[in-house]
């Protein structure tokens, strides 16, 4: 206590010291992460002091001189020399000899940093800018870190040891609970044993609110907790024990398996208490690590057993079937489990061994049970099984080193892990991967061929059929593979069928497991509860003994079917979290050993009915039985799908409600009540899945949303459980039937209900339709145009006068169906149609206008020569046409709205002077104008305010006159 009181202060005035550098420490990545708060509060803010000195050493930011700190770190040395005085004082005065063996070098080492501290100060007050001086301060800042972080770890080691001293004390007192066999023996049993589990409990309490890793706490918290919960089974099956031994009644062979059974429990929870106080960082790593870790943790039990079994096989009077026996069955157990995840020839010698060890003892003990055991015969047997369990530690030992050394490259242990090995050598067949991916596709098909044994029925039958099929297509590529045809195109696509139907069968078997679960987890407690029924039943009562042997045996069947449930959904499941994994794995286990002793002590209930004792002790077991499953109930539903569980729960539902409504067509009574139950229980667990998901989401809406989905379905159970009554007890009343109905209807509707809460679609992001294309421009069709060669040739010569002069006479000549017009018959001319704006084209004003509009057509494209110029008309019938066109000008035009037309020729010089001058002929070529378009001028045709058009012929010269009205409907 005093050297945690002078570390604080030590490393108090260190930080006070660095931060007259007055700089600001930012956060540093990387940090070293303390394994006790008291440990991180100490040197977390000096480490990160430390950390930013060396940064700014390293980056040369020094730019002013440094001040003295002569002051500071003399009182840091001060510091440093009591904080070493108080540890030599706890080094002579200790009795932990590893503390008094460890403690000098970490006090040394900061003495030495306090000296380069003191050093650099010296330095710095003679040269502030001295680079020797600041990279002794470093080092000494540096040794201070270092060495109080060891002395930290030092005495922590102290404390846990001392925890450890504790728990082994306690481990040893729990053996000689085979040898209490009396109730003074058992009250002296209980006085001595419970200080130290009280003293045990105190210190790993304290210890788990130390640790920082969440991991080490949980599993401090866990066994604990487990601890707490056995004590009193143990000393109810200590006294069961003695009871009846001591009235040579029956059952003295079940309350022997219940002791031994507690006893090995509590001694197990207290070895990986031991295991977990000794880490300083999280063991919490992947599958082959983790793998790894099971294998150390597994070794270090076995090792901590040995002594225990060594000295029962050195006696020659040990008790058969006692604490000795079963620690050697322990051990041999542990070196099984690392037999099975060790590599070759090591798994082979392992487990041969384990084979070999377990045949000797039962010979030795068949000795023992004739009274041999003295004899030397079955005392050199004793000791060549001592022997052979020595070799057998080391032989274990040397493969997990192996193990650790070579890394582990083998299947992953679950479902989810071997597909994805599988499927990564799919996509890659000719790459040498030692065989692991085709390994695990392999155990994948044999995963789903067991999973199939379970079920029946159609899903059975497609189960084994994708398997076949799988194992066909992984034999054929295989084969390929072999042949060196890896990177075929025949391995290739039969690797993407490979790929396609092993991701069917992984659907398929979480399926087949969601409904394996809906089915068989519809009743966790009902069968305990007969099996107690059947135990407290009267002595006179008929057909006792084989009432409790059926329903002991549909109990102890109904725990190994939930547990091999529970254990499938850990492994194939689809589950990715190790720690759901594992503690799925460790409940099923704990199911399966405590089931046989909730057996067990029914049956001295059932033999001694009126023993108060041996009730409480099958209550006591009972209650511990159902926490159990409850546990493993809450960790398998949340291994799987939550939608995929409810929607089948829904269909189960509906199957018994057709059953119910055969049974009230045919009056079974039984049959009603048997499904109505089911319809019950499943809308049940519907609930408690539909809690444990609002308990686990932070989504307002969500949980909103599901507790009135939730409310409505608990709002609907009693009615048609009620209805359900009085149809059993009347069948033939038709009012109640149409009760029932009604209320079962809303039932379903409930859970459909509860299905749609549960079952959240991920929102999908809009994205807005893509622009249609852009639309290519109008080309004029030039295979239309009639230019006459000649003409364009004189054009381009002599102008543009005889081209526009030669395009109006066309017009005029021509009618629209392309006959000439005669004086009689003059119809009525349409406007000229208005082709959309091309991309090219210019204001009339600009340079490029001349070009585009007046731009000749050259003489050696590629066009149809020219039809012969029809007739020349009279001056009479252009005179109608004139008119005639005029006339649709003005009923078609509204001010304002009319696109200007840029015609740049003059009138044709063949008109009569008494009529007004006729609009100009449309253009081959014309350009248009949008007066709506702000991006053009309406006055961008016109030349200043004169009024006048521009177009080619006043570019040349040629004043066009006004229009008029043309103009006007711009």
Request: charged fraction near 20%; proline fraction near 8%; glycine fraction near 6%.
């Amino acid at each position: 206590k005093r050297l945690y009181e002078f570390i604080p202060t030590v490393c108090g005035v260190l930080i006070s010291h660095i931060s007259t550098f007055n700089f600001r420490a930012p956060a540093i990545e990387n940090m070293p992460v303390f394994h006790t708060k008291t440990i991180e509060s100490i040197l977390d803010p000096v480490a990160q002091q430390v950390s930013q000195l060396v940064i700014l050493h390293e980056e040369g930011e020094d730019g002013k001189a440094m001040p003295d700190l002569l002051r500071p770190v003399l009182a840091v040395s001060a510091a440093v020399q009591n904080l070493v005085r108080v540890g030599q004082d706890t080094a002579d005065t200790t009795h932990d000899k590893v503390l008094k063996e460890h403690i000098p070098a970490p006090l040394h080492q900061v003495e030495q940093a306090a000296h380069l501290l003191t050093d650099a100060a010296t330095m710095l007050k003679e040269d502030p800018y001295s680079s020797a001086a600041r990279k002794k301060l470093i080092d000494g800042a540096r040794g201070i870190l270092s060495g109080t972080s060891s002395l930290l770890l030092v005495f922590d080691e102290a404390e846990v040891r001392k925890i450890i001293r504790i728990c082994k004390s306690v481990l040893e007192y729990l053996a000689i609970a085979e040898v209490v066999e009396s109730i003074e023996d058992l009250a002296v049993f209980v006085k001595n044993l419970t200080p130290g589990m009280t003293n045990m409990a105190k210190l790993i309490d304290g210890r788990e609110k130390e640790l920082t890793h969440q991991q080490h706490r949980d599993l401090l918290v866990s066994c604990m907790s487990d601890i707490k919960n056995l004590t009193p089974v143990l000393m109810s099956s200590i006294k069961i024990f003695v009871q009846t031994k001591q009235t040579n009644g029956f059952g003295l062979h079940e309350a022997v398996q219940n002791r031994n059974y507690v006893v090995k429990k509590m001694c197990e929870d207290i070895h990986e208490i031991i295991r977990v106080l000794q880490l300083t960082t999280s063991d919490e790593t992947g599958w082959d690590e983790g793998d790894l870790n099971m294998m150390k943790k597994t070794s270090a039990l076995m090792s901590s057993r040995l002594d225990q079994a060594s000295n029962w096989l050195s006696n020659p009077g040990g008790e058969v079937g006692g604490m000795g026996e079963l620690t050697c069955r322990q051990v041999i157990d542990d070196a099984a489990k690392v037999g099975q995840l060790s590599m070759e020839p090591f798994r082979s010698q392992i487990l041969g061994d384990c084979d070999d060890l377990i045949k000797m003892i039962d010979d030795m003990l068949d000795m023992k049970r004739k009274g041999l055991g003295s004899t030397p015969q079955c005392q050199n047997l004793a000791k060549e099984i001592q022997d052979r369990m020595t070799k057998l530690h080391t032989l274990v030992d040397t493969s997990v080193s192996r193990q650790a050394a070579n890394g582990m490259a083998r299947p992953a242990p679950v479902m989810s892990g071997k597909v994805e090995q599988a499927q990564k050598w799919l996509r890659a067949p000719w790459l040498n991967d030692r065989g692991l991916g085709q390994q695990a596709l392999r155990l994948a098909i044999a995963e789903g061929r067991r999973i199939a044994d379970t079920r029946s029925g159609p899903r059975r039958g497609e189960l084994i059929k994708q398997c076949e099929v799988l194992e066909s297509l992984t034999n054929q590529l295989a084969d390929l593979v072999a042949r060196g045809m890896g990177q075929s195109p025949q391995a290739q696509a039969l690797a993407a069928r490979l790929s396609d139907k092993l991701n069917r069968l992984h659907e398929a078997i979480q399926m087949t497991l969601v409904d394996q679960v809906a089915e068989d987890f519809i009743d966790t407690t009902t069968p305990v509860k007969q099996l107690a029924a059947s135990a407290a039943a009267p002595i006179n009562a008929p057909n006792r003994d084989a009432e409790f042997n059926s329903k002991a045996s549909f109990f102890e069947q109904h725990a190994n079917r939930l547990a091999g449930t529970a254990e499938r959904v850990a492994t194939s499941g689809g589950c990715n979290n190790r720690r759901t994994i594992d503690d799925i794995t460790g409940t099923s286990s704990k199911i399966r050993d405590l089931t046989p002793q909730v057996i067990s002590s029914a049956r001295i209930v059932l033999q001694s009915p009126d023993n108060p004792v041996a009730k409480e002790h099958f209550e006591l077991l009972k209650k511990e039985w159902i926490s159990n499953i409850d546990k493993l109930t809450a960790l398998v539903d949340a291994a799987i799908d939550t939608p995929s569980f409810v929607m089948a729960s829904e269909e189960a539902i509906k199957k018994d409600s057709a059953m119910c409504d055969v049974a009230i067509k045919s009056q079974k009574t039984q049959d009603l009540v048997t499904g109505a139950s089911n319809i019950a229980r499943r809308a049940n667990r519907v609930l408690m899945v539909a809690n444990q998901e609002v308990e686990n989401s932070e989504d307002p809406k969500y949980c909103q949303s599901l507790n009135i989905a939730s409310s409505e379905l608990a709002s609907t159970i009693s009615p048609m459980v009620l209805s359900a009554k009085d149809v059993a007890s009347n069948p033939v009343d038709s009012k109640a039937q149409g009760h029932f109905y009604d209320n079962n209807h809303m039932l379903i509707h409930a859970v459909g209900s509860v299905r749609e809460a549960v079952t959240v679609t991920p929102p999908q992001e809009y994205f807005p339709p893509p622009p249609p294309p852009p639309q290519a421009p109008d080309v004029p069709d030039f295979a239309k145009l009639r230019l006459d060669a000649s003409r364009a040739a004189a054009n381009k010569e002599g102008g543009g006068p005889q081209q526009q002069q030669y395009q109006a006479e066309e017009m005029m000549k021509t009618s629209v169906g392309g006959r000439p017009m005669t004086e009689s018959a003059a119809p009525s001319i349409p406007p000229p149609p208005v082709p959309p704006l091309p991309t090219n084209t210019y204001p009339a004003s600009s340079p490029q206008s001349a070009t585009l509009i007046d731009r000749p057509m050259s003489a050696d494209l590629s066009l149809p020569p020219p039809p012969p110029p029809p007739p020349a008309p009279s001056d009479h019938d252009l005179h109608r046409v004139y008119e005639s066109h005029m006339t649709h000008i003005h009923q078609h035009s509204s001010p304002g709205q009319h696109d200007i037309v840029v015609c740049g020729p003059p009138p044709p010089p063949g008109l009569r002077q008494d009529y007004p001058a006729p609009p100009p002929p449309v253009p081959p070529q014309p350009t248009y104008y949008s007066s709506t378009d702000p991006a053009r001028s309406p006055r961008s045709p016109l030349d200043g305010d004169s009024g006048r058009f521009v177009d080619a012929a006043s570019k040349s010269g040629q004043a066009v006159p006004d229009r008029g009205a043309v103009g006007s409907h711009r």
